[in-house]
């Protein structure tokens, strides 16, 4: 059972503009929820992160929106660069319990320069 | 402050081998956590330890295991490896009470 789903396995867009990669949770448990970036042949980045008490939280070029009633949470990444493009996992953590991440399956983000 | 490292990075085995990973965390980090990541089923987690003791598990076979020890390293130990352990094996480390988990660069793990 995915309690964690990207539904999008690609998204392509233009330097510099808005690239919004989506993520969608069953478990209403969930409490807190981050996202990770991934080069080949490298480890997961952390990049930004919310808890559920939250709807919204900002660093630099990257924002992270939470829609609890809808089980829904989004990357917006203004403006977008080559440098971005990568794969980007979202991933869900129940209240205390720190040392678990459930990974979405990623979505593949090309910035075209 | 160094990174998560991971050792070894690339590892080729034949089935029914057996296989020990090693990660040691950022300094002063006490949890670890493990994942395996294929194509197919993404990122899962394996198990996660603190001070020397298994906080949680995920769902994977006895085959699959792990410690910690005192300084806070840990290995992961597969046993009669199959085919399909072929993956990508994580670790990553917290603080306590800190839900953003650091990732190493991962072992690659070929089962032939």
């Known amino acids: 059972d995915q309690q964690v789903k990207q539904n999008s396995p690609s998204l392509s867009v233009q330097e510099g503009r808005i690239s919004i990669l989506n993520c969608d949770y069953t478990?209403?448990?969930?409490?807190?929820f981050l996202w990770y970036k991934k080069y080949p042949a490298e480890g997961p980045t952390f990049l930004i992160s919310?808890?559920?008490?939250?709807d919204k939280n900002e660093d630099g070029r990257f924002t992270v929106f939470l829609n609890k009633s809808a089980k829904h949470l989004s990357l917006h990444i203004v403006p977008s660069q080559p440098g971005d493009s990568a794969v980007y996992f979202c991933?869900?953590?129940?209240?205390?319990?720190?040392?678990?991440?459930?990974f979405g399956q990623g979505t593949t983000l090309q910035v075209k320069p | 402050k160094a990174g998560v490292t991971q050792t070894p990075r690339y590892l080729i085995k034949t089935r029914g081998q057996q296989v020990t990973l090693s990660c040691s965390p950022i300094?002063?980090?006490?949890?670890v956590s493990w994942y395996q990541q294929t194509p197919g089923q993404g990122l899962q987690f394996l198990f996660e330890?603190?001070?020397?003791?298994?906080?949680n598990k995920g769902n994977f076979p006895g085959r699959f295991s792990g410690r910690q020890f005192s300084n806070s390293r840990s290995e992961m130990n597969v046993s009669t490896l199959e085919l399909g352990d072929s993956a990508l094996y994580l670790c990553?480390?917290?603080?306590?009470?800190?839900?953003?988990?650091?990732f190493g660069p991962g072992t690659r793990l070929t089962v032939t």
């Open positions: 330890y603190f001070s020397e003791t298994q906080r």
């Open positions: 990553a480390s917290s603080g306590q009470g800190i839900y953003e988990q650091y």
């Open positions: 478990n209403s448990m969930f409490d807190y």
């Open positions: 919310i808890s559920s008490i939250k």
């Open positions: 300094s002063g980090h006490r949890s």
């Open positions: 991933a869900a953590s129940f209240s205390g319990n720190t040392g678990k991440l459930i």
